[in-house]
């Protein structure tokens, strides 16, 4: 058996595998550890080949020695395996991953002689052998059933490219080199030869030009001969060599040696006759021994063979123009290499050579191309340009339009480079990322790392790992720093500060990365971001989180002076380098200016990122809690401008010990603040004035203008929803003496402390007072580009329009108001503005939708406030569409509410609704209309005996609210209403009572729409 180990693990290091160790009669082999290859999968599936060849052969003579027939079963599968140290000689330890166990398990699947492969194996090696599915299996230790395939045999012509969902675009550009290829056949007609270099970077399209091109050939009249290069098969000497003579002497994969001898020696002696030249060179490629070759020095055999190589291609190509295509000679072995130059050197007969390769490699040095001269010329294959890869994207798809994200993520990662454009999309669809619905192609979700297909993780892994150690180190240094690094913090943070030049300039040559043009300081890119993604995920964690702390502590050395400037890089750094006071400092700094930068997303995520470093800290000493309560009160504008109410009091109501434990009574202050604020939205209003006379209360013992400011602001809204509207004003107007100090430094003060006065005036009724502060609001908004400030604005000018009765113009306002707001919770409180504008306008129809927008937000969100209000005009809308029975019940339902949660201005508001609906059902019932009648018969007799009384009883609570609370606005028109009632009732005394106090209140509030119509009213009770 030891035998049998020994040329097993020959063959296994022939594919740069590597054994990880035998169990019994099993062998456990790695590919791609401790070095990558873009074809491990197929290195993997040949090396398995080769040894089941190998057992087979020696099957029967140990067979017998060990009294049973020995056969091989082999399982492969790819995926990530976790390993520790990697060392051929001294073994590796712990290698563990789910694909070690599914291979073991495949390897069960396979019947003796049979490879069986699992799904990722199959599609990176798809296009190299012939598989045969076996269908979804189960195996042991898989929830769902897997994948299997048994491979079957080699392909004759592999193609690298695997297509899974069968796309492939059109040719995409290339006209330019199309057409050079073009010219070289015209000229290889006049019988004048070309050496054409097609040079470009994985995945550019050489191959892809390349086959385009032959296909425009007519191959009756131009001979096409080929020879491949492959990653697997770079240590295998002469590979495209031997190769490219397969194709001319038709030898197949399989042939027995006898037949591969009669092939050959009747195919040199066709083309050249002189057989003693040729055949001994080329058979010992195929290891047939001719004595002429024997005992020859290596030196002498190598020139006789490019000799007989050179006679061979001479006599092809004297017989039909010939184009001679070697494929990928980035991996052809030095020994052909060289054959290859100096046979090109010497050509004599009339071709095209067509050598492809990447820039890894170079077939000329400069000295020799400028003896080779015109006949060479070199096509250099760039990436798609922008356009051109939205082309391909959609020639991929077949479709015109192509999601707008789709085409920015394809546009950021494949920049351009036409293979990982094509495996993008595929990985997309594979994983069920990007979908197909009626035609059309939707990207269902964000788009993850995990959606990059492995095969170009293994083209990049492969690509690297061809690197130096230092030129490989250095790349990984950069990656932390990230897709453009400057020279000066790499420098530094480096640990082979003598490589860096040099290994930068290889780095630069091999094409993984570019100078920045035109940057004040030495500044890098990595060509791809696909691949700085890929060094940097082929570091340890280890190892990154140190890199990315010695990143940090440089970049904070480097910009002691303009610190600000980096602080989102510095907080990046710090918090993937585990270091956790900086991090967090950083991290709140940079949550502070994108709140400048009303970057509320990222703000949020900022914030978040410290809150839950901060949390998350074991042991916190005092100055933690102190930092994290700061915290909370900086990041509670993030909440507040995006309107989350629910999670910003839960968030605070978690936090109310902590901090009333911190020694710092300003941040307490604001932290009551902050959560007296929370509090009024999510509905709870008693508690939350509580809170905030609390911080108002600190702020005056402190003697902290800004804590006062704040409370104040939040106070007036909080006294108007509760009804304590004289109070409100009272906070508004103290508030107003403070604000002017900070209203270049906290523009957010001066305007929600603004709004909330002018709540109070609306709620007043005060015509005059709300119409000044709508438009301080709105010029407020214009002069500094706040759209919060902007929108209120037109809230309260609509506002004072709805005081005096103009309901068109009032309607208007909000509209534009709504289009002014930026916000979702803006845009919902002029929404509700303009459903209040058409519900007292009559204008029904046109308030149902913009409410019912109202009513989804805030139910999500938690803006209670705006959604009882809502309601209730929602339960008007759909009264006045005849739907009585449910509307009344959800005005009934919100009035309710606003009882039990304080609100009285809305209660207030409802009474009045209420009572308003009553009398109009009451004065219609002799003539209601016939369609309103037949949808609530049932609800109609039930309920029209009482809608009189109800009516007077709704109308006369409104009153008494309204009184108490001082919203002499809503008064005003409860009395007009009531008056007009008592009209229909014929009791004119009551009637003239209300109307003239209607008259007086309209007077005081310059509601002068409404003091017409009360004029009008009291003239004909007359
Ligand atoms: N101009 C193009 N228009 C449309 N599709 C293209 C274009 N160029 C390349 N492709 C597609 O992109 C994929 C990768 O191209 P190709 O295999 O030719 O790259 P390559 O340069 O030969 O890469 P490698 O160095 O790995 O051999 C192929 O599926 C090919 O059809
Ligand atoms: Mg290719």
């Not at 603004?754 to 438009?775: N, V």
Request: a neutral charge; charged letters at 25%.
């Amino acid at each position: 058996m030891s035998r049998i180990f020994g040329e097993i693990s020959r063959i296994v290091t022939k594919y740069e595998g590597f054994i990880e160790k035998f169990i019994g009669d099993a062998v456990v082999a790695l590919f791609g550890v401790p070095k990558a290859h873009e074809d491990d999968p197929i290195r993997a599936i040949r090396a398995a080949r080769e040894i089941h060849e190998l057992v087979e052969g020696l099957g029967p003579q140990l067979g017998q020695k060990i009294g049973q027939p020995l056969r091989m079963h082999t399982g492969i599968d790819t995926g990530l395996v976790v390993t520790g140290e990697v060392d051929p000689e001294k073994g590796t330890h712990g290698v563990s991953g789910e694909s070690l166990n599914i291979a073991s398990r495949l390897s069960g699947l396979a019947k003796p002689g049979e490879i069986v492969i699992g799904s990722v194996t199959y599609s990176q090696a798809e296009g190299h052998f012939a598989f045969e599915g076996l269908g979804p299996t189960k195996v042991k230790g898989r929830a769902g059933p897997i994948q299997a395939y048994r491979v079957l045999s080699p392909m004759g012509e592999p193609s690298k490219v695997h297509r899974l969902h069968g796309m492939r675009a059109e040719l995409i550009g290339r006209k330019v080199e199309m057409a050079l290829l073009g010219e070289a056949l015209d000229r290889l007609r006049e019988k004048e030869g070309n050496i054409i270099c097609i040079c470009g970077d994985a995945g550019t399209g050489k191959s892809r030009l390349v086959e385009e091109f032959k296909a425009t050939l007519d191959l009756e009249e131009t001979q096409w001969l080929e020879g491949h290069a492959y990653s697997y098969a770079q240590n295998i000497p002469y590979f495209p060599l031997i190769d490219l003579l397969n194709g001319v002497f038709q030898v197949e994969e399989g042939d027995p040696p006898k037949k591969v001898k009669a092939k050959i020696e009747s195919g040199v002696e066709h083309l050249v006759g002189k057989k003693e030249d040729v055949l001994p060179y080329v058979g010992s490629l195929y290891a047939l021994s001719y004595t002429a070759a024997e005992n020859m020095s290596p030196e002498s055999w190598k020139s006789r063979l490019k000799d007989a190589v050179q006679m061979i291609l001479s006599a092809l190509a004297r017989r039909t123009p010939t184009i001679l295509y070697l494929e990928d000679l980035h991996w052809a072995d030095p020994s052909f290499v060289e054959l290859l130059r100096n046979a090109l050197l010497e050509i004599r007969e009339p071709a095209i050579v067509l050598c492809v390769y990447r820039p890894t490699f170079n077939l000329f040095t400069s000295h020799q191309l400028r003896g080779i001269g015109k006949i060479y010329q070199e096509i250099r294959l760039q990436d798609l340009s922008p356009s051109e890869s939205q082309d391909m994207l959609g020639s991929l798809l077949k479709v015109d339009s192509i999601p707008a994200d789709l085409r920015r993520f394809v546009q950021d990662k494949a920049e351009g480079n036409p293979f990982y454009l094509e495996e993008l999309v595929n990985s997309l669809i594979d994983s069920g990322t990007l979908i197909r619905e009626d035609g059309n192609w939707t990207l269902i979700r964000l788009v993850s790392e995990s959606d990059i297909s492995p095969t170009i993780h293994g083209v990049i892994s492969g690509r690297l790992d061809r690197l130096e150690k230092e030129e490989k180190r250095i790349i990984q240094e950069a990656s932390v720093i990230g897709r453009a690094f400057l020279y000066k913090i790499l420098e530094r943070v480096t640990e082979l500060k003598a490589d860096i030049d040099p290994c930068l300039r290889v780095l630069e040559r091999l094409d993984l990365i570019r100078t920045r043009p035109l940057q004040p300081d030495l500044e890098y890119v990595f060509k791809h971001a696909l691949t700085q993604e890929v060094v940097y995920n082929g570091l340890l964690k280890k190892e990154r989180k140190e890199i990315h702390e010695r990143i940090g502590q440089v970049m904070e050395q480097l910009f002691r002076q303009r610190l600000s400037e980096h602080y989102e890089t510095l907080a990046l750094h710090f918090t993937k380098g585990h270091s956790v006071q900086k991090a967090v400092d950083y991290l709140i700094k940079s949550g502070e200016r994108s709140l400048k930068r009303y970057a509320l997303e990222d703000s949020h995520w900022y914030f978040k990122k410290a809150f839950d470093f901060l949390s998350n800290r074991p042991n916190k000493t005092k100055q933690d809690n102190r930092l994290l309560i700061d915290l909370l009160n900086k990041w509670s504008f993030t909440f507040h401008y995006r309107g989350y109410f629910y999670e910003l009091n839960d968030l605070l109501g978690s936090h109310v010990n902590l901090a009333k434990s911190i020694d710092d009574r300003a941040k307490l202050g604001m932290f009551y603040a902050w959560m007296g604020y929370a509090l009024h939205y999510v509905g709870r209003l008693r508690v939350g004035y509580q809170y905030l006379r609390e911080s108002l209360h600190i702020g005056e013992q402190i003697g902290d203008k800004w804590l006062i400011g704040w409370s104040c602001a939040f106070l007036t809204w909080t006294c108007v929803d509760l009804g304590l509207v004289d109070e409100a004003i009272r906070f508004g107007e103290k508030g107003r003496k403070i604000i002017k100090r900070f209203l270049s430094s906290d523009q957010e003060l001066f305007f929600v402390l603004t709004a909330g006065i002018g709540y109070a005036y609306f709620c007043k009724g005060q015509r005059a007072e709300t119409l000044t502060i709508g438009r301080s609001l709105e010029d407020f908004g214009h002069r500094y580009s706040n759209s919060r400030s902007l929108s209120m604005g037109y809230f309260y000018i609509a506002a004072s329009h709805l005081i005096s009765g103009s309901f068109l113009s009032a309607m208007e306002t909000a509209k534009k108001g709504v289009h002014a707001a930026k916000e979702p919770m803006f845009a919902q409180n002029l929404r509700i503005m303009f459903g209040l504008s058409c519900c007292f306008g009559g204008e029904f129809e046109q308030a149902e939708k913009p409410l019912r927008e109202v009513v989804t937000y805030s139910k999500k969100f938690g803006y209670r406030t705006v959604e009882v209000p809502a309601y209730g005009l929602l339960g008007l809308v759909l009264i006045a569409k005849g739907q009585m029975k449910s509307g009344l019940k959800i005005i009934e339902e919100a009035r309710q509410s606003s009882l039990e949660n304080g609100y009285r201005f809305c209660h207030g508001v409802l009474e009045y609704i209420l009572g308003k609906m009553y009398s109009q059902i009451f004065e219609e019932s002799t003539p209601l209309s016939i369609p309103v009648v037949a949808k609530n018969l049932g609800f109609l007799l039930r309920s029209v005996p009482f809608t009189s009384t109800k009516a007077e009883n709704h109308f006369n609570k409104a009153i008494e609210v309204a009184k108490e609370i001082g919203a002499n606005g809503i008064l005003g028109q409860v009395y007009l209403d009531l008056g007009l009632f008592y009209k229909t009732r014929k009791r004119t005394e009551k009637a003239r009572e209300c109307i003239t106090e209607a008259l007086q209140i309209f007077e005081q509030c310059e509601a002068e729409l409404y003091l017409k119509q009360a004029k009008e009213a009291l003239a004909s009770l007359n």
